[in-house]
């Protein structure tokens, strides 16, 4: 079956993939929109593991204040180069998961470093495998890999801190 490339346009603005791999996830899959955006968001998966020992010197500090000024937070997250750090992309990163510590109010990065003592899960309390609040399907770290495969640099939130007022 012959790829258009209007369905070839569609699957790179989903995905952030290339030209190219977006043509050959398609072939791949015989058209099969859905397939093409499993096989690339695989591979984007297959690329982060490959990228995580790059070091992440640049980046952003995302401010985010929320209630009325009421809870407030601050994130850093950092990428590998200041081009990657400007693209809208990692801004709406940063943003996205400024909202998440707002709204989860997460006890640490990882599950590992999660406190003995804690109300739920060590999942439930970790930023990185806490559920988007934005699309429930996914997590931070999925959030964090998309990105990693769209900019081809590792991406990683290096820190946070939530502030609410009289807490």
């Keep these: 079956m012959a790829v258009s490339t209007e369905d070839v346009k569609k699957l ?5 993939a290339g030209v190219m791999d977006a043509k050959r996830a398609l072939d791949e899959t015989d058209g099969n929109f859905e397939k093409a955006k499993a096989i690339l968001r695989e591979r984007g998966i297959a690329a982060a593991a490959k990228r995580a020992e790059r070091e992440t010197g640049q980046g952003v500090v995302e401010a985010y204040i929320h209630n009325g ?25 940063a943003k996205d998961v400024a909202m998440q510590v707002a709204a989860m109010n997460p006890m640490a990065l990882t599950p590992e470093d999660v406190p003995a003592e804690h109300n739920g899960t060590a999942e439930e309390n970790a ?18 890999q998309d990105v990693v ?14 502030f609410e007022l009289g807490a």
Excluded at 12 to 16: D, N
Excluded at 127 to 144: A, H, N, P
Excluded at 150 to 162: D, H, K, L
Aim: glycine letters at 8%; proline letters at 0%.
């Design 12 to 16: 790179r603005e989903e995905t952030g």
């Design 69 to 93: 000024g009421r809870i407030g937070v601050i994130v850093e997250v950092q990428c590998e180069t200041d081009f990657v750090a400007r693209t809208d992309t990692f801004r709406q990163l």
């Design 127 to 144: 930023l990185l495998t806490q559920t988007f609040i934005k699309d429930g399907s996914r997590t931070i770290q999925q959030l964090v």
């Design 149 to 162: 495969a769209t900019t081809g640099e590792n991406v990683r939130i290096a820190r946070f801190s939530r």
